[in-house]
Every structure is written in structure tokens, then in C-alpha cells.
């Protein structure tokens, strides 16, 4: 049985996949923002459920990018490409 973490990163990628062929159509670009903004929330949803993330109260949030994308690249900053420690009272 797959876990949440793993379904929800599942799911991301099923919206990614949504996300690049709407942008490559003719309908209006807000529809392909919606699935990227299913996609970023569903990455984020799958590192909540990952063990250890300590963010057990997000869990059941609809909104979670706010509250964990900046936790997240100010711990991975350096893996994701930042020369030097990005602003913390920028990314909330």
C-alpha cells in the first residue's frame, strides 16, 4: 500500500502532466495555472506526509504552500541553486 506521501507525490505529477498539456493548448492560460498551483500544493502536501517533517498540523490545510515552501527552500537552499542563505522575512 502506497503512503500518503508517496499518493500525494503521485498526484502531483498527474497535475504536472495536466498542467503541460493546457499550456501547450489554446485555452486561456488560467487554466493551465490552475493545475501548477495543484501541482505545487500537492509536492508540499507529499513532503507534510513525508516522516520526521514535523508539520503534523498542515496536514489537513488547504493552503499549505504558504506555510511550507518557504520552510522548504530555506532548508534545501543550497541544493536547489542559491549562492547564499535567501532573505527568511522575504519568503514569509
Not at 508517496?6 to 497535475?15: T, W
Not at 493545475?35 to 496536514?59: H, I, V
Request: charge should be positive.
Amino acid at each position: 500500500m502506497a503512503t500518503r506521501s508517496k499518493a500525494f507525490a503521485q498526484q502531483a505529477e498527474s497535475d504536472f502532466d495536466a498542467y503541460d498539456l493546457l499550456a501547450k493548448s489554446n485555452l486561456p492560460r488560467s487554466h493551465s495555472l490552475h493545475y501548477l498551483q495543484m501541482w505545487l500544493e500537492k509536492l508540499c502536501k507529499a513532503y507534510l506526509w513525508t516522516p520526521n517533517s514535523g508539520a503534523d498540523e498542515l496536514r489537513g490545510k488547504h493552503n499549505v504552500i504558504a506555510k511550507v515552501l518557504p520552510s522548504l527552500i530555506l532548508r534545501n537552499w543550497r541544493r536547489i541553486g542559491f549562492e547564499h542563505r535567501p532573505n527568511e522575512a522575504l519568503l514569509r
